[in-house]
Nanobody, 124 residues
């Protein structure tokens, strides 16, 4: 049974930082690109960042230069370091797993497995 479990969410002041983690189990981690998405109140789920097994990354323009995605393949864990938080970053953040096809994909429909999400609130 595949499980993705996010942690590390919480409340931070605007300009502050948070680090999210997503622990994966039940899947061949090396066969999956891992992504972070978020869904704010009344909004669609949107792409944040993705990373391949080898460490190739891509980011949404809205977070480029502020957020960093990384993964520890030995621990089957992916991270999202969030700096310079803005109130617009407030959302539930989800971790997803996309079976590797050679490119990083930003569409949520490609992601096969999802975690339950962790709330991030950036207060101004």
């Amino acid at each position: 049974q595949v499980q993705l479990v996010e942690s590390g969410g919480g409340l931070a002041q605007a300009g502050g930082s948070l680090r999210l983690s997503c622990a994966a189990s039940g899947l061949a981690f090396r066969n999956y690109a891992m992504g972070w998405f978020r869904q704010g109140p009344g909004k669609e789920r949107e792409f944040v960042a993705a990373i391949s097994w080898s460490g190739r990354t891509t980011y949404a323009d809205s977070v480029k230069g502020r957020f960093t995605i990384s993964r520890d393949n030995a621990k089957n864990t992916v991270y999202l370091e969030m700096n310079s938080l803005k109130s617009d970053d407030t959302a539930v953040y989800y971790c997803g797993a996309d079976r590797w096809v050679g490119v990083l994909r930003v569409g949520a429909s490609y992601y096969e497995y999802w975690g339950r999400g962790t709330q991030v609130t950036a207060s101004s």
